[in-house]
């Protein structure tokens, strides 16, 4: 039986509000084209992975989205401003708390799937950066986890959006959808399961590099001089201080 707190889809009035207004924001405050519509999926199981360069990244991924959609994050947010913090709790999302296992994040993630939900994830875990970066493990962990299909989206322009606004102008904002694919398996246990995860990580990354210009693929750019530029990008900020705490007995909100 799945739990009431994991119970897909959730907050549905809210949503239903939401999910067109960041389409008309998209609409309005971008120049914006989507690309590969009809590689959107009529229904889930799914993971929608995307790469993360900017903090509004969720509102594009909900605006091209067709189906009621959650989320895993970070439980807080450094690179947003304060005054927009209020709308992905509004949406509402599975907090991670980077750095440490999330137990109950990992819970909601595998109950939203079983349920034939849609879960968007991004696998770079952070926008530290606006080169991709590998995938921290996550994304592979659950992809096999559950055998959930696996949906790319390449987002380019979005880091644009406010500096062209305070210019008087609308940043030229491309979001293509690349087609699913997957589902992955691995062995159980040991140094074999890691290194396919790793493997079905950097598989993930490749994917979502083919759908955003060349010179931000970073650490999956064919050239050896955009990667030797992305170098440093990989480091994860919250490797020797995870985020927050994150008690076993503490619930999802």
């Not at 924001?25 to 929608?48: F, M, Q, S």
Request: with cysteine.
């Amino acid at each position: 039986m799945i739990h009431s707190e994991f119970r897909y889809p959730r907050r549905r009035l809210i949503r239903t509000v939401l999910q067109p207004l960041a389409r008309v924001a998209l609409a309005a405050l971008t120049d914006l084209h989507i690309i590969g519509r009809e590689n959107l999926p009529k229904e889930g199981p799914l993971l929608v992975v995307a790469n993360h360069f900017s903090f509004i990244d969720p509102v594009a991924m909900v605006g091209a989205a067709s189906w009621p959609l959650e989320f895993v994050g970070g439980f807080q947010m450094p690179n947003a401003p304060a005054s927009v913090t209020w709308i992905p709790k509004l949406w509402g999302y599975y907090p991670v708390y980077r750095g440490s296992v999330s137990q109950g994040a990992l819970r909601a993630s595998e109950a939203v799937l079983a349920q034939g939900g849609v879960l968007g994830i991004f696998p770079e875990a952070g926008n530290w950066a606006t080169v991709l970066r590998p995938a921290r493990p996550g994304t592979a962990y659950l992809a096999v986890r559950t055998g959930a299909p696996i949906l790319p989206m390449g987002f380019d322009g979005l880091t644009d959006v406010f500096p062209c606004l305070r210019q008087g102008r609308r940043a030229h904002v491309t979001l293509r959808v690349g087609k699913p694919f997957g589902p992955f398996h691995a062995k159980r246990t040991g140094r074999a399961r890691r290194r396919q995860l790793e493997a079905i990580g950097h598989e993930i990354m490749g994917r979502i590099a083919e759908l955003i210009p060349p010179e931000a693929r970073g650490h999956y750019s064919d050239d050896p001089a955009i990667r030797t530029a992305a170098q440093g990008t990989e480091v994860y900020p919250w490797t020797d201080a995870p985020e927050g705490s994150y008690p076993a007995q503490r619930g999802i909100g």
